[in-house]
């Protein structure tokens, strides 16, 4: 049986040497899912899996797909199941991969989300700014995601994204460059 808030690193189905950016390929939907999603209605328990292996399952998709507001949560010190992360979360794992006007959204954040997240943390004012994004924009994105306004807080969200990427002079053509740079060296 299931606890309550069990999430797939419970599921036999999750193969955990298959993994892929952060996600376990999942044999009864065929396709790459976090550790930390939710279960689904398929979902049969795997008998035997340590907690610290359902844990190093989760840490591995934790550390993918949600570099800003796990910036955030790290500098100001939350819990790392805060609402802001469980909001995004859900709404980064479940929601807009079935939204194909999206597509464009996760493939831009995956790709230069990381070096924005570094560059939030290595900000000498991150606590601060941090600070500022919590309160202009994520208890925003929160509030609207609560009231099921997927679109207007997935705008919320592109709004932040926009303002750090301004911030921090980080394009994907700016992370190209420094590959090709790098490449050449």
Do not use: W
């Not at 950016?21 to 009864?28: D, T």
């Not at 939710?38 to 399952?57: F, H, Q, W, Y």
């Not at 925003?140 to 997935?154: G, H, K, L, P, R």
Request: proline share 3%; hydrophobic share 35%; net charge negative.
């Amino acid at each position: 049986m299931f606890p309550f808030d069990a999430d797939c690193s419970y599921c036999r189905y999750l193969r955990p040497s298959d993994e892929k950016k952060g996600k376990f390929y999942c044999e009864k939907k065929r396709e790459y899912v976090s550790a930390r999603a939710s279960i689904c209605s398929m979902a049969a328990e795997v008998m035997g899996r340590p907690n610290c292996d359902k844990e190093a399952l989760r840490r591995i998709s934790r550390s993918h797909g949600y570099y800003v507001v796990t910036a955030i949560t790290e500098i100001l010190d939350l819990d790392s199941d805060n609402i802001y992360m469980s909001s995004f979360r859900y709404l980064r794992d479940v929601i807009l991969p079935n939204m194909i006007d999206y597509q464009d959204f996760i493939a831009e954040y995956d790709y230069i989300g990381p070096a924005i997240a570094e560059r939030l943390k290595s900000d000498p004012e991150s606590q601060t700014y941090a600070e500022y994004l919590r309160v202009c924009f994520l208890d925003q994105f929160v509030a609207q995601f609560e009231s099921n306004s997927i679109d207007t807080s997935i705008a919320t969200y592109s709004q932040m994204f926009e303002q750090l990427k301004d911030r921090y002079g980080i394009s994907k053509q700016n992370i190209e460059q420094k590959k090709l740079i790098c490449k050449d060296v």
